[in-house]
């Protein structure tokens, strides 16, 4: 079955440019997430979506970020006003989405930003 | 203060041995779990290992165990018999609580394996 598909693969912008990244689950995965990763470092939590709700957008560094997902499917991260330290990798995950459990989180390639 | 710590930035082994990666954590929640990722150039995460806090037996996935030392707050993971493949970096992360599914990063090790 297909993985977690993320898109474009590669985004190269001028500073100030509004972006979207998109994201599709695997199917029947009703938890989905996104990550930031810069450049030589761990995983940065953004947020996480359960169904169409986001009951964790705590790591959303400011309002210049928002996500939303349709349907329960597909998520699209949009950065306004694109600021250089934006570039980093974007990565999306989803999982099972049954709390508590050892829920594994699958995750997609990435979407490589780079503000110019 | 650091959740999860991973002190070795980078770590060489040769084909064939054993190695272990470190990686300590910081919560004081008692339901929590820790897992391991490798990232490879091609930069997909791939998911390793689980270790559950309640979990009695340390968890085994082929090559890869963990080595869980509650008290210690350590969870590390061991490859065995290391292939040239195993080449990548290795995350550590931790679920931390029964009310939230996000996890939280270590900053990774770089393993190479040499001929």
């Known amino acids: 079955g297909a993985g977690v598909s993320q898109s474009p693969s590669n985004k190269v912008t001028e500073k100030g440019k509004d972006v979207e990244l998109r994201c599709d689950p695997i199917?029947?995965?009703?938890?989905l997430y996104w990550y930031r990763q810069s450049l030589g470092q761990g995983l940065e939590f953004l947020i996480y979506?359960?169904?169409?709700?986001?009951?964790?957008k705590s790591g959303l560094p400011s309002d210049r970020f928002s996500a939303e997902r349709t349907g329960g499917s597909v998520s699209t991260l949009t950065i306004q006003r694109t600021q250089q330290e934006d570039s980093a990798v974007y990565l999306c995950?989803?999982?099972?989405?049954?709390?508590?459990?050892?829920?594994?989180?699958?995750f997609g390639p990435g979407t490589r930003l780079l503000v110019l | 203060a650091q959740k999860i710590t991973q002190t070795q930035p980078g770590m060489f082994v040769q084909e064939k041995e054993a190695v272990t990666l470190d990686c300590t954590y910081d919560?004081?929640?008692?339901?929590?779990?820790l897992f391991w990722y490798k990232q490879p150039s091609s930069g997909e995460m791939i998911f390793l290992i689980y270790?559950?806090?309640?979990?009695?037996q340390n968890a085994t996935e082929g090559r890869y165990s963990l080595n869980f030392q509650k008290a210690r707050k350590s969870a590390n993971l061991v490859i065995s018999a290391s292939q040239l493949g195993d080449s990548a970096m290795y995350f550590c992360?931790?679920?931390?609580?029964?009310?939230?599914?996000?996890?939280?990063f270590g900053t990774g090790t770089r393993l190479q394996v040499f001929p």
């Open positions: 199917s029947g995965h009703t938890a």
């Open positions: 992360a931790m679920r931390e609580g029964r009310n939230t599914d996000k996890l939280i």
């Open positions: 919560t004081s929640d008692p339901s929590y779990g």
């Open positions: 979506f359960q169904g169409n709700s986001a009951p964790d």
């Open positions: 270790q559950g806090s309640y979990d009695q």
């Open positions: 995950a989803s999982s099972l989405g049954v709390s508590g459990g050892a829920e594994t989180q699958y």
